[in-house]
């Protein structure tokens, strides 16, 4: 939380004031206020008698903080007139590890009849991954992923 002035300042003690000790103290250790408004909530904790945390060190960054690779530009592959019905095509091609995204479900759930208008709600993959999600939406397609009547979820 960033303070510019002396009022805003002001508001943000008064409202650290009102948290409990523990709310208090864990809102401190966990890194999420600015330098200044830390330094507010520690002379609030000290007011109470308790030692504030010090703020967490920044972590080093990760291996696994690098941007993903670049597949390419996004290339629909699929339109479904439902949002439900792109979301589970989605949910297939993510489990296959196909990176998918669906695109205008919520223009479509705003407005169904804009569904054909505006070509329904489409799904979309990295250009590198267009011939292997083709080849799960035809499997999909042709029933290979439904369930056995006879599946029971408890086994």
């Known amino acids: 939380m960033t303070t510019r002035n002396g009022s805003e300042t002001q508001e943000l003690a008064e409202r650290l004031g009102l948290l409990s000790n523990e709310e208090l103290m864990r809102r401190c250790a966990t890194g999420a206020f600015t330098e200044q408004a830390h330094g507010i909530a520690a002379a609030e904790l000290r007011s109470r008698g308790l030692a504030a945390p010090a703020p967490p060190e920044p972590s080093p960054p990760d291996a696994d903080d690098e941007p993903a690779p670049y597949h390419g530009d ?13 979301h589970v095509l989605c949910a297939c091609l993510v489990a296959a590890g196909i990176p998918a ?4 479900a919520e223009l ?16 979309r993959v990295p250009q590198a991954f267009v011939q292997e999600a083709n080849e799960v939406i035809a499997a999909f397609e042709r029933g290979e992923f439904s369930l056995d009547e006879n599946f029971d979820p408890n086994p």
């Open 74 to 86: 996004m290339v629909t592959v699929a339109r479904r007139f439902t949002p439900i019905d792109a």
């Open 101 to 104: 995204i669906v695109a205008d």
């Open 108 to 123: 479509v759930q705003t407005n169904m009849l804009w569904s054909i208008a505006v070509g329904g709600v489409s799904l």
